[in-house]
């Protein structure tokens, strides 16, 4: 993701994630992650999950969100969420 997206209808990803640099994505629906997928938040991105359910469907292990920053750790990705969202089956949380 490297605009500002907004998704509002159910996901079922088949691979990882990256929100680049620059990049806002916004989460306000189910979103299944496949069996080790994991979400990148680069330098620069947010993620913000708002409402959402963040899952594997078949209940296995997805590896979960990773937020980056720089080496210098002036700048990293951001992730946002309210109480509402839930994150099953991940590993890294």
């Known amino acids: 993701v490297k605009d500002t997206v ?8 088949e691979g990882h994630l990256t929100v680049a640099n620059g990049g806002v994505l916004q989460v306000n629906c189910r979103l299944s992650m496949p069996e080790g997928g994991r ?5 620069g991105g947010q993620l913000w999950i ?3 359910l963040l ?19 002036r ?4 992730v946002f969420s309210n109480e509402h969202t839930r994150i099953e ?5």
């Open 6 to 13: 907004k998704w509002t209808g159910a996901r079922d990803l």
């Open 39 to 43: 979400i990148t938040v680069e330098p």
């Open 50 to 52: 708002n409402d959402a």
């Open 55 to 73: 899952h594997n469907v078949c209940g296995r292990p997805w590896a979960g969100i990773f937020v980056q920053q720089t080496r210098d750790k």
């Open 75 to 78: 700048r990293k990705g951001m």
């Open 89 to 93: 089956h991940a590993l890294h949380q």
